[in-house]
């Protein structure tokens, strides 16, 4: 991944670029950079980054709770499926045979 560092001449914000995705990694108003032109790291925004990756880890393990619930229930769902499926095939054959 290639990445460029511009400063925007619209806001003066310095903007991390990734070359290859034409995309926009990191926004740093001027206001907020140091002396050296970088993007100057505060508790708040670590602090939001963690609970983005907290709340999008346990939607992870709610996703993957749901799915192995599926899992689990798939047996009995088939066994159900299969038996409407018999019950269907022998009442046709009831039918025939009258």
């Not at 560092?5 to 926009?24: A, G, T």
């Not at 907020?32 to 980054?49: H, Y």
Request: charged share 45%.
């Amino acid at each position: 991944m290639k990445e460029i560092e511009i400063d925007c001449p619209c806001c003066d914000s310095r903007l991390l670029i990734d070359v290859l995705s034409q995309k926009v990694l990191r926004h740093a108003p001027k206001a907020s950079l140091d002396e050296f032109g970088k993007p100057v790291q505060d508790g708040k925004r670590w602090d939001a980054a963690a609970r983005t990756v907290t709340d999008r880890g346990s939607r992870s393990e709610d996703a993957f709770d749901s799915a192995l619930n599926r899992e689990r229930a798939r047996p009995r769902d088939l066994d159900d499926l299969f038996k409407k499926a018999k019950d269907k095939v022998d009442d046709r054959a009831q039918r025939h045979d009258e």
